[in-house]
């Protein structure tokens, strides 16, 4: 139920941006994100161990995932998250019945706390895009995209800790060495982009975007390792390129997705010249988003140029 989700051409949206652009769509499925590509995997060799329990700290979309593949099998599992992390993901991992614990502090914290937890109670942590099962997971993306790989020249991918640039990436490289591998972050969380570009480990002291799936502060190095033998380009993009992406994916694609899945499009708009006449693939990989977030941001501004023809 979570492979083979659906990869289609959208015109619309290919011609607001000046390109061709297909979609690879991670949302169709029960949690709503790419995530439990990788997590049934780690469920799944969890309960082939005979290991009953496991915590991952998340901003959300892992934790709805590991809180899914987890129930199926039998497994007990702890989240840890930022008390800042939408509301509305917190609340679709307590309805799994995992055990939410909230930190004050930001992603980062919720990692340290969650190793704790694993080393006091002798559980699995699960450490999405250091644990291969979560690169695994993601890289079954890639083998999807790399039969129709003929047809686009590049793929756009979020870029946050990395499971899914890396696992998509390799793949490419091994079976579409020509498709051009672009990751996108948000300025406002640049640390593995900034890493990338510097060929090592930079953190950053704090984050500030919407863009809450991919806010981490400090890169994994091994992660770091992967990443510059599988990336041509890591690109960042402003906040309002993001909330601009966002709409337009509503308008032009009919998709509510979350800050992180608009990423790819929100490159396209900022660079239009680089991708002007080609054919894009970018990666839909979550549309968890608290509603009344997503219609704050999405509403027009009364100055923009688009909103008289939105209204209508």
């Known amino acids: 139920m ?43 060799r969890l309960s082939d161990q005979g290991r009953t329990a496991a915590v991952c700290a998340s901003a959300g979309n892992l934790g709805w995932a590991l809180g899914w593949s987890g129930r199926r099998r039998g497994l007990d599992v702890t989240v840890v998250a930022s008390r800042r992390a939408p509301a509305a993901k917190l609340d679709r991992i307590r309805a799994l019945g995992a055990a ?23 559980v699995r942590l699960v450490e999405d895009s250091l644990d291969i099962e979560t690169c695994e997971g993601a890289a079954t993306i890639g ?53 990338w570009h510097e060929r ?44 601009a992406a966002m709409r337009m994916l509503l308008e032009h694609a009919g998709l509510v997705v979350e800050p992180s899945a608009a990423l790819g499009v929100a490159a396209v708009m900022e660079d239009p010249d680089r991708f002007a006449g080609r054919h894009l693939l970018t990666i839909i990989c979550g549309s968890n988003v608290d509603l009344d977030d997503y219609h704050r941001w999405i509403r027009p501004c009364p100055q923009d140029p688009g909103a008289a023809e939105t209204n209508h």
């Open 2 to 44: 979570f492979l083979d989700t659906p990869l289609f051409r959208c015109d619309a949206l290919g011609h607001a941006l000046g390109c061709a652009v297909s979609i690879k769509l991670e949302t169709a499925n029960p949690v709503r994100s790419f995530k439990a590509r990788g997590t049934e995997l780690v469920a799944g």
């Open 100 to 122: 939410l614990e909230l930190v004050d502090g930001d992603f980062e914290m919720a990692r340290e706390r969650a190793a704790g937890i694993a080393q006091r109670d002798g």
């Open 143 to 195: 083998l999807e995209l790399a039969p129709r790989a003929s047809s686009f020249d590049a793929v756009l991918i979020a870029l946050g800790g990395g499971a899914m640039a890396t696992g998509v990436g390799y793949v490419m490289k091994a079976l579409a060495p020509g498709v051009e591998v672009i990751c996108v972050q948000p300025h406002g969380a640049p640390a593995m982009t900034r890493s």
């Open 200 to 243: 090592r480990v930079i953190a950053t002291d704090s984050t500030d975007t919407i863009a809450d799936g991919v806010a981490g502060r400090h890169p994994i190095p091994a992660v770091l390792d992967d990443l510059l033998k599988v990336a041509d380009d890591a690109v960042l993009v402003q906040e309002a390129s993001i909330v």
